[in-house]
């Protein structure tokens, strides 16, 4: 399966090999990207294990949401102290 992401940025996401039995899978991901994305826009940063213990959801499905918000441009990722913070790019705060 396919999927086309647009991106005002750059290509470097332009198609996503989606390589599953399961077609709604894709679905969840988004949703996943989508409560994170809320989130963040909440709280302004979290350790990736934070977002997983506010979301209640498996460090798993949440690496999966962050690698669609990564690919979209929508987040950056940063080390302090040995721990990953997520963080959302300055322009998703505009967003209404």
Do not use: F
């Not at 826009?41 to 999966?64: K, N, T």
């Not at 102290?81 to 705060?93: H, I, K, N």
């Amino acid at each position: 399966m396919k999927l086309a992401i647009y991106d005002n940025q750059d290509d470097l996401c332009d198609t996503l090999e989606v390589a599953t039995s399961r077609p709604d899978q894709v679905p969840a991901m988004s949703i996943m990207a989508d409560r994170i994305w809320q989130v963040l826009r909440r709280r302004g940063q979290l350790s990736i294990s934070g977002l997983a213990r506010e979301i209640g959801a498996p460090r798993d499905y949440v690496m999966e949401g962050l690698g669609w918000l990564g690919c979209e441009g929508r987040i950056t990722v940063h080390e302090e102290a040995r721990v990953r913070v997520v963080t959302l790019r300055p322009q998703e705060y505009s967003v209404e």
